[in-house]
């Protein structure tokens, strides 16, 4: 066997020429030597322009990026949130008017909520118009498995625009603490006194806290008087910044993210741009919360038998020897009804456990989408190593493209979602709900029964208060007609209104309705029996 010394292999080189493709890619298949690729794209990382390639995927993720309006920005906006699996997602400059603000609803996918801070508009702002802009503002979008409270600081800041929150993630618990200051403003010592405000009031409260945001002070320039100012007000309270990249698209660092020394802080990253902010994303020693998977239970209609269904109806009580429940009560026959009913069903389509898929955070995001973004990241890439201002520009023109081609895809989407209702008004409803992020509020408030009768019964008491000074008013001519009997229903009859009847299915009902209108035949003397008695006896069942 023969043996090379590394001099030896070394010695060769230049005097055999370059190898044959087919040796080359021998020697790359038994790694004993590395393509130029791999062996640059390993320069890079060791010489420390990568992150960490080890993510921790149970790692609680944020991201913070000022948007400079997210009235055009959704779809970027949502693919930010898919792709980088983000628990806590801050805004600043939403450009939001109020918390309701479509263009809020539409950058909270399903599974996430928003708590937001609009900028106070003057009294005299007519919000009811097209060329109102209400500059600033901040919003978190979380995870609705996170339980969130906003935290009311005591400063009044007059300086920047802040949102204060108290997240419980699971066993632990963090003060998330989003900051806007305006660049159109300049930086002035009232600036560090309040933030010194802040810091004091957060590092007292007992709990790790994080501050991010955009302070719109250049953090980066050793030399700038505000940043040396800033750099020691944070030593002062033992507090670090952990960004060090440029966030603007001038070169700067103006989006920060702060925390207590002793608070880990892993895999910041920088990128990409969303706006002539970029998007900054990191993670915390804290164990992400678990996503509960949501379960139904349903019938399994799919293996529902007609015959067999047909064939033990036809031998239920609610066919045979009918004469025989004369005798029962109103009461009764309903629960006889409701008896039989869940029997047959349960036998034959019992109630099986149903996984609730979530839907997709960016549904529009197709093939298209996916080869554009990686074109743009590959001239993102090709410009961090060249640094030349050719491919920096390349790089922005593809990022614009690919923001442009997102936005376009999503309004596609939508446009044919409303194309298929074709005339379905349900559908259709449904539709614009989703497009404008309208969500299905769930009420956790239980009422009992004897809430809603003292709720009735004293709004009847209040109307007779207020109406107790009005006269009577005078009626010369009543009506003396009185319905003394009723007339029996014939099968026939109910065989005509059970088909007639919309085909709509309440929780409390035994049996679906469409299952009850296509065996209307079978079922028909039965319910003829049960009206007759109601009408027979002037009685209506309290189990209806």
């Known amino acids: 066997m023969l043996t090379y010394s590394a001099e030896s292999l070394l010695a060769l080189r230049g005097h055999a020429g370059v190898p044959p493709r087919a040796a080359r890619k021998t020697i ?9 690729f791999q062996r640059q794209h390993d320069a890079r990382r060791d010489s420390g322009f990568f992150h960490s390639p080890l993510i921790d995927a149970n790692a609680l993720s944020i ?13 970027v906006l949502c693919s930010v949130l898919a792709e980088k699996r983000l628990d806590f997602f801050l805004i600043t400059e939403t450009w939001h008017e109020t918390s309701d603000s479509v263009s809020l609803k539409r950058v909270t996918p ?13 009294a005299d702002k007519n919000l009811h118009t097209t060329q109102l802009v209400n500059h600033g503002g901040l919003a978190l979008v979380y995870r609705d498995c996170i339980k969130v409270a906003t935290q009311p600081l005591d400063v009044a800041a007059t300086t920047f625009e802040y949102l204060c929150v108290y997240a419980s993630v699971g066993s632990s618990s963090l003060l998330l603490l989003g900051i806007y200051r305006p660049g159109s403003q300049p930086v002035t010592s009232a600036f560090f006194d309040e933030l010194a405000t802040v810091l004091e009031q957060v590092s007292l409260n007992g709990c790790p806290f994080v501050i991010c945001g955009d302070l719109n002070v ?7 008087g505000h940043a040396a100012r800033f750099v020691d007000l944070l030593c002062s309270f033992d507090c670090v910044q952990h960004v060090h990249d440029p966030t603007h698209r001038d070169g700067h660092t103006l989006d920060v993210v702060i925390t207590p020394s002793y608070t880990k802080v892993c895999d910041i990253s920088v990128g990409p741009y969303i706006s002539d902010h970029a998007l900054v994303s990191y993670t ?27 064939a033990d109806l036809m031998t239920s009580r609610l066919c045979t020897n009918l004469n025989s429940l004369n005798r029962l009560s109103v009461d009764e026959l309903v629960e006889l009804y409701d008896n039989e009913m869940q029997l047959l069903l349960n036998k034959h389509c019992p109630y099986v456990k149903v996984y609730r898929k979530a839907g997709k955070l960016t549904p529009w995001f197709d093939g298209e989408c996916r080869r554009c973004r990686r074109r743009t990241r590959a ?27 997102y936005e376009t895809k999503n309004q596609q989407y939508w446009k044919g979602k409303i194309s298929d209702c074709q005339g379905n008004c349900k559908q259709l409803w449904r ?3 989703d497009i404008t992020g309208n969500k299905s509020s769930r009420c956790d408030v239980e009422h009992s029964v004897n809430d809603f009768a003292n709720f009735f019964a004293e709004k009847v008491e209040s109307v007779r208060k207020s109406t107790a000074t ?12 009185s319905l003394s009997c009723w007339t029996l229903v014939t099968i026939t009859d109910v065989i005509k209104l059970i088909n007639a009847a919309p085909a709509k299915t309440c929780q409390l009902d035994p049996a679906p309705t469409w299952l009850v209108k296509k065996f209307s035949s079978q079922l028909a003397p039965f319910i003829t029996l049960l009206l007759n008695s109601s009408l027979t006896l002037g009685f209506f069942s309290s189990q209806v």
């Open 28 to 36: 790359f298949s038994c790694r004993l030597w590395r393509p130029r």
């Open 431 to 433: 539709t614009f709900s």
């Open 379 to 405: 001239l993102e890439r090709r410009y961090r190593r060249t640094r030349r201002d050719t491919d920096r520009l390349a790089w922005m023109a593809q990022l614009k493209t690919m923001h442009s081609l």
């Open 470 to 481: 009005t006269p009577l008013q005078h009626i010369p001519v009543t009506c003396h007609s």
């Open 218 to 224: 250049h953090v980066d320039d050793s030399n700038d």
């Open 284 to 310: 915390l020693d804290i164990r992400r919360p678990r996503l509960k998977h949501q379960f139904d239970f349903r019938r399994s209609w799919r293996n529902f038998d007609n015959d067999s269904f047909l």
């Open 110 to 122: 399903a599974g996430y909520r928003c708590v937001d801070v609009a900028r106070p508009l003057p």
């Open 63 to 75: 991201g913070c990026v000022n948007a400079c309006s997210v009235n055009n920005k959704s779809a």
